[in-house]
Structures are given as C-alpha cells and as structure tokens.
C-alpha cells in the first residue's frame, strides 16, 4: 500500500515519465505492426520475381512501378479504381445530407436517437450477408429488375454500376454520421439570424448551412473513399467482370508478390493525397 | 411626425399548456427608444419573436409602420434582430456578416464593402473587417452583431437582451453608447432586458411585463415615480410597500404604498418633525448593509412591517454604519414620496 502510494507520488512528480509508460503499449503496437507492415509493403514493392519459379529476388529496381505506370491496363484499373471511389464519395454525400438533415432537425427529438441507431444497424450485420443481398437485388429477374419493369427499363446487372451501388450502400452510414453530427450542433439562431436578415431558406442552405457542414461532409468522405478504394470483394461479387485495384493486387500475390506490394502502394499513396487535401477543408479536426 | 414603429393587437401566444404572452396590446412609436422589462418567463422574450417573425402568435394581430406583418415570414419583414448571444456565423469574417443583409438583397459587391465598412465604423470597430469572430472578444462581438443588424437601416431594430454576457463595467458603457447609436441613426429601438436599471438608463419608455401581460407602460420616471401596480413597483428598483394596519397607522389611509429607499431619511428616535408633510415611523435597526456608496438599513417598525432605507454614504464610513445595527432610530419621508399603488 505505501509503496503503491509512493509510486503513485513518484509519477505524479514525473508527467513525462507518466506519459511514456501510459503510451508505450500502443505506440509499440503502431511502430511494429503499422508501419512496421507498411515499410515493408513499401521496400518489397523493389524487388523482382524469377519469372519461372515466380521466387522473390530481392534486388533493388524500380521496374514494378514503371510497370504500373506504362501498363495500360494497369492505368486504367488504377483509373476506374479512383473513378469509383470518388463516384460512391459522391453519391453517399448527396444520399446522406438530406437524410441526416432529416434525423438532426426534422424529426421530433424524441425520435432522433432511434433514428441514428437505425442508420447504424447495418454496420452491425455481415459484410458479406449485405453484398449478397445487393446481389440478390441486382441479379436478373431480382429486385431492382422487377422495380424498374413498369418503367420498360430493367436493372444496371452485374458490373461497374453495381460495385458503385453496393458500395455506396456499404459507406452510407459513415457519411451520414458526421454530417448528422454537424446538423445537430448547428445552432439554432444562426438559421433565425440568417432569416432575419432577409434570407429566404435557400439562401440560408447555401451561404450559412452548407459552409458549416461541409468539413463534417470531407471528414465522411475520407471513410467513403478510403473504404471504396481498398474494397476489392464487393466488386467480385457485383462486379462482373470489372476489376479494381484490390483485384490486381490479389491475383498478383501468388505469383508476383513484389508487383502486388508495388500494386497496394497505390491506394496509400492515393489516400494520403486526398487525406491532404482534405485536411484543407478543416475535415480532420471535425472527425 | 411621429408615427407608429409597431402595433401590437390582443397578442396572445401559447406553446402547449403554457401560455407565454396572455394577450397585449402596445402602440411602440417612430424611433423611440423602447424597453421590455420583466423577470425571465414574463413572456418579454416571446414579444420579440413575435415581433421578429421567429413565433406565429396563437391569436391577435401584428402591424409594422401600419402594415399588417402577423403571417409573414423573418425575411419578410423590415426588422432586424441582435440575439443575446450574438449569433454571428463563425465561418465569416467580421466585414461578412456585416455585409450579410446586403448581398443576401443583392447589393453589390463594392457597395457592400463600403456600408459594412461604414457600418464598423458607426460601432466603433475600424480596421476589424477581416478578423474571424472567434478573434473577438464578448464586448466586440457585441458590436459586430449591433452593425450587422444596423447595416440594412431596418425600420426597428429588435434587441434580445444584448447586455447579458458583458461584464458590469462594459455593460455600463455599451449603455451608453447604444443610446447615443440610437439618436445617431434615428430608427426605433426596441430592448428586451431583466436588467431595470438597464432599462431606466436608456429607454425613452418602457413596458414592464409580469406572467405574460403588461403591467405598466411609461417613461423611466413614470415607472419609478409612480408604479401602477405592487409588481412594477417590487421589480423595478427597490421598493417599500405599506399594505393593510401598516398603512392606515403610518399613512393615516387604507391601501397600498409605495416608498423608495433613498426617499427615507434615518434620524435619532427623539427627532420630531413638525412639518406637517412629512411621515415618520419608529423601529429599531435590523441589518446594514454597506455598499460601498452608500449603505442599506432594514429597520424593524414598532407596528409590525419592516422599511429598507438607503443612505448615500456622504460622511459615514463601515465603522459608522455598523455602529447602527440594534440602534433605535426615527424613518421620514415627505408625504409625496409615499406613491399610492392601486392594488392588483
């Protein structure tokens, strides 16, 4: 008990030494298996295969990525793979506002908690369940066909729309969370004042609402466009025959592993990008 | 001409079980400068926002400089709002949201930037343009939000007690300075405050209102000198009522009375005027108070009853004072500062 006491006294003297006993489990935990796993990605991705045994040779050269750059078809993958990603980006921003405005200002407060857990519900459920049902959905003759028959149109099948669909689905709620936060702690009287001063609802949406909300819409759009762009099952499933980076780097693992890690350099890279330019927006301070 | 800012008809509004404003009517004339005073829950705050357009009254009628404004939305009605706690978009900058009422009416570009600018100037915030609200502090923006409201030149300018988060020393400035502001640019005022003496020192008249109604409208000293009601005269400064046996032995009528402290006088228990205009009564001091400026007296009457007197501390120091408590002491007035109260 005293010597507990005295420990306890010890590092209440000491807050640095406090600090790095408290953080050293974690940060041990980011520096060996984060970056540790990264840095190796990264080096590998320098490396060749013989292209016979399709063994490892681990010779510096930078002919993985020339490849990728060089390739067409590997530009165009990389292409469609930001393609979609930023495409889901979109859809779940514009799906995710007005139901988030709906569940942060339109229904009664008593309603609201409820509707958020509902939002959430599906995060709980399968990943795989949920692309099988968009499957379903999607498949001839399934849901979406039936829907759009009286139309005299019939569902988008399997291929490039419906990874887009799925995904969109799948991120939905990691975009209307942010969003609905926003909206909730938008203060009241900044809509009165707006009205006050001659705006109509419209023009308080564009110059008071949207310019509040939007850090919270960039902060969303990193969860959507970092999940879509490493996503590569939900295109297996939906896809047809489409194939997006994920894909690449997963055919290539067997046989040419350093082309795989130069393949999976892509998405990081693309993603600290856009983790850039969205930090522009005051996204990262809102999350 | 004096015309009138704003007509309020048998204004009536509930929110559920509760009603806030229990039908009103008040005539606010062309550029006075008019206070709504009333503890919290009176239903001050309600008027405003009704008069603002933020509330739909459950019943009666609205009119701006004579035009009918009860169905209209905030947007569509010439008067202008500084909310109590500002309300300026954090995402603009000072000169934007001062600009905010002009570009939302389509004023351009360059005229905005030379009214808002105008308009700092007016508030005495020259050279802030640029700064982020957040950069501000509370008594700037304060201002901010005076010349955003001010910019547009409303009919009447609607204030939500817009004193309530500075500190007593700038509050006592900024009253000042809202007054002069007010002559300066001419429009009509209209103040919603708890604050009586905040009342008092700006207002040109003042509606004092009490459980959704209004008790008493009047100038500063009407309300003071003479409350029409116990209410008017408990609330606004501080009051001695003489009710009942207390009146009739003091004041030698039944009814009800009202004397302000600083009317009484504190003399030795043996001094008898023979003025016939002054009252007195006996009592033994209960508690002083000492208040820097001066000091308070609760003086226990022999009758029964218990009179607050307030002395300018002219000549006496706290060790004077203290020396009072548990003496024995005369109160006298003038028979004209008892003020007759009709009763409620």
Not at chain 2, 19 to 34: K, M, N, P, Q, S
Not at chain 2, 116 to 139: I, T
């Amino acid at each position: 008990m005293v010597l507990l006491t005295r420990t306890a006294g010890a590092l209440h003297r000491r807050p640095r030494l406090r600090l790095s006993l408290l953080l050293a489990a974690p940060l041990l935990w980011l520096a060996v298996l984060y970056l540790g796993s990264l840095t190796v990605l990264f080096v590998s991705a320098f490396w060749t295969t013989n292209s016979f045994t399709s063994e490892v040779v681990k010779v510096w050269s930078t002919a993985n990525f020339r490849e990728l750059f060089t390739t067409p078809v590997f530009r165009q993958v990389i292409l469609r793979s930001v393609g979609v990603a930023l495409a889901v980006t979109v859809l779940c921003a514009v799906i995710a506002f007005p139901v988030a405005f709906y569940t942060a200002r339109v229904a009664r407060p008593r309603w609201r908690p409820l509707l958020v857990v509902a939002i959430l519900t599906p995060l709980w459920a399968s990943y795989l369940v949920k692309v099988y049902a968009w499957r379903l959905i999607l498949s001839e003759g399934g849901l979406a066909d039936w829907m759009l028959k009286p139309f005299g149109s019939s569902g988008p099948g399997f291929g490039l729309t419906a990874a887009v669909l799925t995904l969109t689905y799948l991120w939905l709620p990691y975009m209307i969370l942010p969003i609905h936060t926003a909206l909730e702690q938008l203060p009241g009287n900044l809509l009165d004042a707006s009205a006050d001063l001659g705006a109509r609802a419209g023009r308080t949406f564009r110059s008071v609402v949207l310019p509040m909300v939007l850090p919270s819409v960039a902060a969303g759009s990193i969860f959507t466009f970092s999940l879509s762009l490493g996503d590569y099952i939900t295109v297996q499933i939906v896809g047809g025959k489409t194939q997006l980076i994920g894909n690449l780097v997963y055919s290539n693992i067997e046989l040419n592993l350093p082309m795989a890690a130069a393949l999976g350099t892509v998405p990081v890279v693309v993603i600290v990008l856009y983790l850039l330019a969205m930090r522009r927006t005051g996204a990262l301070s809102s999350l | 001409m004096e015309g009138s800012a704003i007509r309020l008809h048998h204004l009536r509004k509930s929110f559920g079980e509760t009603t806030a404003v229990a039908g009103i009517d008040l005539e606010i004339r062309d550029g006075e400068f008019f206070s709504m005073l009333g503890p919290s829950g009176s239903g001050k705050t309600t008027v405003l926002r009704l008069i603002a357009g933020f509330e739909t009254p459950t019943e009666g009628r609205i009119e701006l400089a004579g035009q009918e404004v009860t169905g209209l939305a905030p947007f569509e009605r010439d008067v202008h709002t500084v909310f109590q706690d500002y309300a300026l978009f954090p995402h603009m900058s000072v000169e934007q949201n001062v600009a905010y009422a002009l570009k939302v009416r389509g004023v351009p570009r360059a005229e905005r930037a030379v009214r808002a600018r105008k308009a700092l100037g007016e508030v005495r915030l020259e050279g802030f343009g640029r700064r982020r609200p957040a950069q501000l502090s509370g008594g700037q923006r304060q201002r901010v939000a005076l010349a955003r409201a001010l910019v547009g030149r409303p009919r009447v300018l609607l204030l939500d007690e817009p004193l309530g988060a500075l500190d007593l020393k700038l509050r006592e400035e900024m009253q000042v300075e809202l007054k002069a502001l007010q002559r300066e640019v001419g429009i009509t005022f209209v103040l919603v405050t708890h604050d009586q003496q905040e009342a008092l020192t700006m207002s040109d008249r003042i509606a004092v209102f009490h459980q959704g109604r209004i008790e008493q409208v009047g100038t500063p000293a009407e309300i003071y000198e003479r409350p029409a009601t116990p209410f008017v005269a408990s609330f606004v400064g501080t009051s001695n009522l003489l009710e009942g046996d207390t009146a009739r032995r003091i004041v030698g009528m039944a009814g009800t009375y009202s004397v302000r402290p600083e009317k009484i006088r504190i003399l030795k228990e043996s001094a008898q005027s023979d003025e016939p205009e002054h009252a007195s009564a006996t009592g033994t001091v209960a508690e002083v108070v000492y208040l820097g400026d001066a000091t308070r007296f609760l003086v226990d009457l022999d009758g029964g009853g218990r009179l607050t007197a307030l002395q300018q501390n002219l000549e006496t120091s706290s060790e004077d004072v203290a020396a009072y408590r548990g003496a024995r002491v005369r109160l006298q007035w003038h028979r004209r500062h008892a003020v007759a109260v009709p009763p409620h």
